[in-house]
Antibody
Framework: EVQLVQSGAEVKKPGESLKISCKGSGYSFTNYWIGWVRQMPGKGLEWMGIIYPGDSHTTYSPSFQGQVTISADKSISTTYLQWSSLKASDTAMYYC????????????WGQGTLVTVSS | QSALTQPASVSGSPGQSITISCTGTSSDVGSYNLVSWYQQHPGKAPKLMIYEGSERPSGVSNRFSGSKSGNTASLTISGLQAEDEADYYCCSYAGSGTYVFGGGTKVTVL
């Protein structure tokens, strides 16, 4: 069974750094793209970026380029989303999602990680 | 890269059919037959309902169907049921390895 299990909720202060994770299991981790999606409170889904764990090739949405870093450690089947300096506006639910066999769509989703940034 | 345009809300009575539109540009929806649709219930992760414009994943009811014309994709839900009440999002490939979501549509079953 394919599963994406994300790390737990985080409460941080503005200016702090953060790295959240998404661990894949039940499939060949290196062969499928994994994307990250933001959902701010009461708002819609926003595509942030995507990584191919096989070679760590990464593409970012122009809206998120330079704001976050997506990485992967294929030895432990885990992808990461990190911030170097959080802002209150980073408060949101973050989902990781794995693409399907032919790409272009997200079949499997993590349960989401709620990040709250508040002073 | 702007979000795709969806109506904020659509409603229908049980048994009726409703259609949700998703309008993009010639750089995304219009250029690729790679639109997917997701259903999201409150507090839950999104669920894939349609991919590659009109394909249904295994396990998704055949009451859900997708289509595209020009720069606009559409999701039709026929035989509307109470459990279909949720938020729906379209997503399109936008070239150069990037994707863009629509703003979302709240479906209400009257």
């Amino acid at each position: 069974e394919v599963q994406l299990v994300q790390s737990g909720a985080e409460v941080k202060k503005p200016g702090e750094s953060l790295k959240i994770s998404c661990k894949g299991s039940g499939y060949s981790f290196t062969n499928y793209w994994i994307g990250w999606v933001r959902q701010m409170p009461g708002k819609g889904l926003e595509w942030m970026g995507i990584i191919y764990p096989g070679d760590s090739h990464t593409t970012y949405s122009p809206s998120f380029q330079g704001q976050v870093t997506i990485s992967a450690d294929k030895s432990i089947s885990t992808t990461y989303l990190q911030w170097s300096s959080l802002k209150a506006s980073d408060t949101a639910m973050y989902y990781c999602a794995r693409q399907g066999l032919s790409g272009s769509y997200f079949v499997y989703w993590g349960q989401g990680t709620l990040v709250t940034v508040s002073s | 890269q702007s979000a795709l345009t969806q109506p904020a809300s659509v409603s229908g009575s049980p048994g009726q059919s409703i259609t949700i539109s998703c309008t993009g540009t010639s750089s995304d929806v219009g250029s690729y037959n790679l639109v997917s649709w997701y259903q999201q219930h409150p507090g839950k992760a999104p669920k894939l309902m349609i991919y590659e414009g009109s394909e249904r994943p295994s396990g998704v009811s055949n009451r859900f169907s997708g289509s595209k014309s020009g720069n606009t994709a559409s999701l039709t839900i026929s035989g509307l049921q109470a459990e279909d009440e949720a938020d729906y999002y379209c997503c399109s490939y936008a070239g150069s390895g990037t994707y863009v979501f629509g703003g979302g549509t709240k479906v209400t079953v009257l």
